[in-house]
């Protein structure tokens, strides 16, 4: 299944890419997003990581990358499920 499975990257692309084109959204919501789904691809050591090789192990290396972020934590969690289950629902 995972040869099926877009890379996480580009699912990620693909839902800024989605996010952008839509006109009821604010530029500070794609900013938001953009932020937080960036930074999280930074911390994967494999870029071609596929969507569905995912793990928590993943989420808790990139989170304790930015201590400061312990108030924020949910809303970048948040971030990146909602990307990958957008990208998921697309097919």
Known sequence: AAACAPAV???????LGWLKGQPD?????FAWYAKYLQSFLESLADQSLA???LTPRHVRH???????WKGSQRGAIVAVQ????WSARQG
């Open 62 to 68: 990139w989170l304790g990358l930015h201590p400061g």
């Open 9 to 15: 990257a580009e699912a990620l692309d693909e839902f």
């Open 51 to 53: 969507a569905d090789e």
């Open 82 to 85: 909602r990307a990958l289950n």
């Open 25 to 29: 959204k604010a530029a500070r919501t």
